[in-house]
């Protein structure tokens, strides 16, 4: 059975950082985009960050562009998502997610398995 599991949110104080984990449990994901999404209380799912497979080509959401960063170690299976300057606005459940094909990459069909999410909170 394919995992996704993410870790390394939690409670942190506007302006600052934290560092997510997401562990893939399958060796077949090396080959896959991987990508971040978050919800935020009565807020639909939305895009963050996405990677490609090689690690080559990454995309932001316009909002943490210059503040976020992805990385993905295919050894590990594991995609990383630093996020600096928090803002209270950041403050959501963040979940990872698998696709196949880079392409169309910040809509949410497509992505074939998710993680249970974690949650980030900043505080102002």
């Known amino acids: 059975q394919v995992h996704l599991v993410e870790s390394g949110g939690g409670l942190v104080q506007t302006g600052g950082s934290l560092r997510l984990s997401c562990a893939a449990s399958?060796?077949?994901?090396?080959?896959?985009?991987m990508g971040w999404f978050r919800q935020a209380p009565g807020k639909e799912r939305e895009f963050v960050a996405v990677?490609?497979?090689?690690?080559?080509?990454?995309d932001y959401a316009d909002s943490v562009k210059g503040r976020f960063t992805i990385t993905r170690d295919n050894a590990k299976i594991t995609v990383y998502l630093q996020m600096n300057s928090l803002k209270p606005e950041d403050t959501a459940v963040y979940y990872c997610?698998?696709?196949?094909?880079?392409?169309?990459?910040?809509?949410?069909?497509?992505?074939?398995?998710w993680g249970q999410g974690t949650q980030v909170t900043v505080s102002s």
């Open positions: 990677i490609s497979w090689t690690g080559g080509s990454t």
């Open positions: 399958a060796r077949t994901f090396s080959t896959y985009a």
């Open positions: 997610a698998v696709r196949p094909y880079y392409s169309d990459y910040a809509q949410i069909a497509g992505y074939n398995y």
